[in-house]
């Protein structure tokens, strides 16, 4: 088994507020991945919440990894669930969990063992998984983009019906996540990506996701990220190349299993 990971602030003024790790258990079989993308807040916005957004993504991506392996009675959306309650009450009685900026991130969870690998992904990061013959098959929540294609995305549209969802302090919230299992011989690698790490594809179009988990077998994922760093600084002011920052937090995750 092969598993590489990076990760790199957008502005290194400011703190990174993506989230990434992976767990072997003790018992040797099997593992989990989690990938987190914090929700950035406005500059001049509040979010009613004391701690912040790498706090949020911390505190969540630790109970999300340590219920991904602990409890693998425990399905992908259960153990988001009870992360994302656990890290609620963390903060519950401090903050305004209410707010609609309350600290929140997109998820990407995969966990495998001997039989299959599941999948869970919530929002806009990104799981692919490649198979023994090298097709390549990008999971995906597509919600923001289908609400980008019919105009602008409000911060209305967020956590509400026909809208997009990302994990905050609602555990309900998990119902809305994309779910799945594949057989463990039918996987290869398994690759999480950011948005930030994504633009690879999706924004800057260096190359399709199959030259992408490539790249990431090749080269691994902080060349990636370094590609990225590349692309934005070629073009510093979006002008180009559209997208909502000019440099993003950036987080990529590797696994050949």
């Known amino acids: 088994m092969r ?103 997109t998820v990407v969870l995969a966990r495998w063992d001997d039989e299959r690998v599941e999948h869970l992904v919530l929002s806009d990061s990104v799981l692919l998984i490649e198979t023994p013959d090298g097709a390549v098959t990008p999971v995906l929540d597509d919600r923001i983009a289908r609400l980008a294609a019919r105009g602008p995305v409000t911060d209305d549209q967020r956590n509400a019906e026909g809208g997009f969802f990302t994990a905050a302090a609602d555990p309900s919230v998990a119902d809305r996540a994309v779910v799945g299992a594949t057989p463990r011989t039918g996987v290869r690698a398994l690759a999480a990506l950011s948005d930030g790490a994504a633009r690879w594809v999706e924004v800057f179009r260096e190359g399709d ?39 993003d937090d950036a987080a990529a995750v590797y696994a050949e299993l």
């Open 3 to 105: 598993i590489e990971l990076a990760t790199l602030a957008g502005d290194p003024r400011h703190p990174n507020e993506d989230f990434t790790s992976v767990a072997l258990p003790a018992s040797g079989r099997g593992g989990a991945l989690v990938l987190l993308d914090g929700v950035t807040p406005p500059p001049s916005g509040t979010t009613g919440c004391t701690h912040g957004v790498p706090w949020f993504t911390a505190r969540l991506g630790g109970a999300l990894l340590e219920l991904s392996v602990s409890a693998p009675e425990m399905t992908l959306r259960q153990c988001l669930a009870e992360a994302v309650a656990r890290t609620a009450e963390a903060h519950r009685d401090t903050c305004d969990l209410r707010h609609r900026r309350t600290p929140q991130a």
């Open 209 to 247: 996701w199959p030259a992408c988990v490539s790249l990431l077998s090749k080269e691994g994922p902080q060349s990636l990220i370094d590609r990225v760093r590349a692309a934005e600084s070629a073009d510093p002011e979006g002008r180009r190349f559209r997208r909502g920052k000019p440099f």
